[in-house]
């Protein structure tokens, strides 16, 4: 079956104490990929480590979803930043 790499959003919020809205939230601003399958949606384990790390921001330091997605923005940019010096680096030698 499928969601044997998933989790229910229900079961996560419950796990989380959030709400479903702030997990629906984050998938509309493409922070997490929710799927869907009939009427229960779910998200990959894989993605559990983003999502605690939106809620640490968007609870404890109270950052709003558009801050948030700044925040991924800068940071994706940032990794790429390094894996090119790092690439530059290793052709010099």
């Not at 079961?11 to 009427?39: A, M, N, P, W």
């Not at 998200?43 to 801050?67: P, S, T, V, W």
């Amino acid at each position: 079956m499928e969601t044997i790499n998933k989790i229910s959003v229900e079961q996560c919020c419950i796990h989380y104490s959030i709400e479903t809205s702030f997990v629906q939230q984050l998938d509309d601003y493409g922070l997490i990929k929710i799927s869907r399958s009939g009427k229960k949606s779910f998200i990959a384990f894989e993605q559990l480590a983003n999502l605690e790390k939106y809620i640490r921001l968007h609870y404890d330091l109270e950052i709003n979803m558009q801050g948030m997605e700044a925040i991924e923005h800068l940071l994706q940019r940032m990794q790429y930043l390094q894996d090119e010096l790092r690439r530059l680096q290793n052709e010099r030698g």
